[in-house]
């Protein structure tokens, strides 16, 4: 089955800094690739997602790549605010066939001000 | 709409003990998903559903069943409770296979 490690499981930034992410999948044929914050005692909420057939996707200050030749895709926060201390789930899957999602083990980003 | 809705919020079960978890969503979606969330951990998959009368394993489904006998419900179902199934339960689902999944607000379980 496939199988996510995510890095680094903690992450501290000053406000306005950015946050990298770094994820790798072991399942050539996962083809999508969420995105999922986290807030203390919260459920998880999308907040990017790609698929493997783009390399690269923005909303904003949030930019998601990925790199299927290397399988791993990475989460970019630019100019990073007090609110976007949480902690942050990748995750892939095989969309169309069920779309069951395996997720990593969460990064805590702690934005200092 | 009201989404994903997950009750009960908080439950301490005593070993042996059964329980069902409730999961419903008011957004027509065709697939439901039941994860678990461990301390400290990433979700992992325990059951899922493509749409009513289907459902099918996940990656950590022993101890659990479910049913999916309408679009809207997919209840989990634990049968002799153990403290290994001290975790929280998220419910989500999905349009399609291909589509976002929204989570609910959670179910914290302790089995003691």
């Known amino acids: 089955g496939e199988n996510v490690e995510q890095h680094p499981s903690t992450l501290s930034v000053q406000e306005g800094d950015s946050a990298v992410i770094k994820c790798t999948y072991s399942?050539?044929?996962?083809?999508?690739f969420p995105w999922y914050k986290q807030e203390l005692g919260k459920r998880p909420q999308l907040i990017i997602d790609?698929?493997?057939?783009?390399g690269e996707k923005k909303d904003q200050r949030i930019a998601v790549t990925l790199n299927k030749t290397a399988k791993h895709f990475s989460l970019h926060i630019t100019e990073t605010q007090p609110e976007d201390s949480a902690v942050y789930f990748c995750?892939?899957?095989?969309?169309?066939?069920?779309?069951?999602?395996?997720f990593g083990t969460g990064t805590q980003l702690k934005v200092e001000l | 709409n009201a989404g994903v809705t997950q009750t009960p919020k908080f439950r301490i079960l005593k070993i042996g003990q059964s329980m069902t978890l409730q999961c419903t969503q008011d957004m027509n979606h065709n697939y439901m998903y039941w994860y678990r969330q461990d301390p400290g951990m990433g979700l992992k998959l325990i059951y899922y559903?493509?749409?009513?009368?289907?459902?099918d394993k996940g990656e950590v489904p022993n101890g659990y069943n479910v049913s999916r006998s309408t679009t809207e419900d997919f209840p989990l179902r634990l049968e002799l409770a153990a403290p290994s199934q001290t975790s929280v339960y998220f419910c989500a689902s999905s349009q399609t296979g291909e589509n976002e999944q929204y989570f609910g607000p959670g179910t914290r379980l302790t089995v003691t």
């Open positions: 399942d050539s044929a996962s083809n999508y």
């Open positions: 559903s493509v749409g009513a009368g289907i459902t």
């Open positions: 995750a892939a899957s095989i969309a169309g066939g069920g779309n069951k999602l395996t």
């Open positions: 790609i698929r493997s057939n783009v």
